[in-house]
Nanobody, 124 residues
């Protein structure tokens, strides 16, 4: 099990940028692939992007490709989400999650450990 805490959320104007961080506890961070999900009010939690254990491969939802970038620093037990050219429809609570095993996962059910989330609000 790994404990996760997100930070970096806030209010930003459309077209702006934010960088989210997710700090993980424990000594086995590099054994987890990591993902970011988001949940808008009244909607389901959906996949945003994910990164493999080594950080060499990533996978992103079409809605954020070219705008959002996931990265990780295994020495710091941290995963990042750089969000550029933000749209009002990106407004949501953003969650990081940890998944054991190779590759990446796109389904909520594949991830066992979740952070409490951080609010991102994009004004028009």
């Amino acid at each position: 099990q790994v404990q996760l805490v997100e930070s970096g959320g806030g209010l930003v104007q459309a077209g702006g940028s934010l960088r989210l961080s997710c700090a993980a506890s424990g000594r086995t961070f590099s054994s987890y692939s990591m993902g970011w999900f988001r949940q808008a009010p009244g909607k389901e939690r959906v996949f945003v992007t994910a990164i493999t254990r080594s950080g060499t491969s990533t996978y992103s939802a079409d809605s954020v490709k070219g705008r959002f970038t996931i990265s990780r620093d295994n020495a710091k037990n941290t995963v990042y989400l750089q969000m550029n050219r933000l749209h009002p429809e990106d407004t949501a609570v953003y969650y990081c999650a940890a998944r054991r095993g190779p590759g990446v996962g796109r389904l909520v059910s594949e991830y066992a450990d979740w952070g409490p989330g951080t609010q991102v609000t994009v004004s028009s």
